[in-house]
């Protein structure tokens, strides 16, 4: 098989195996209801929507009210782990953390 046909092929496979995973995912419910991802007719939009409701229930209701956002997409790509564990234990004395 040419070599240019294997990207069309894999494409082809992960639309399928995407397929697949939606429509088991959905049948039994296996998603929190706030996950985004994967799911129809939902987006970053209704999470953002989401949160954004949260926090203005709770200072509706006199409730503290704190959001904390991390990006770390391409933050473990470049970081060293041994480095970044050490640091966010002397940061933070409660953390629990797994070492994967």
């Known amino acids: 098989m040419p070599i240019s046909n294997?990207?069309?092929i894999s494409k082809l496979i992960e639309r399928l195996v995407v397929k697949r995973f939606s429509v088991?995912?959905?049948q039994h419910t296996l998603l929190p209801a706030q996950q985004s991802a994967y799911?129809?007719?939902?987006?970053?939009?209704t999470a953002v929507l989401s949160v954004h409701n949260d926090l203005v229930r709770a200072v509706d209701d006199c409730?503290?009210?704190?959001l904390v956002l991390l990006g770390l997409?391409?933050?473990?790509?470049?970081?060293d782990h041994q480095i970044l564990f050490g640091?966010?234990?002397c940061l933070i004395a409660s953390v629990t953390?797994?070492?994967t």
């Open 39 to 45: 799911r129809p007719v939902h987006s970053t939009e």
């Open 87 to 89: 640091v966010l234990c």
């Open 63 to 66: 409730r503290l009210a704190q």
């Open 73 to 79: 997409s391409a933050a473990f790509d470049t970081v």
């Open 97 to 99: 953390w797994h070492r």
């Open 24 to 26: 088991h995912v959905n």
């Open 6 to 8: 294997l990207s069309l």
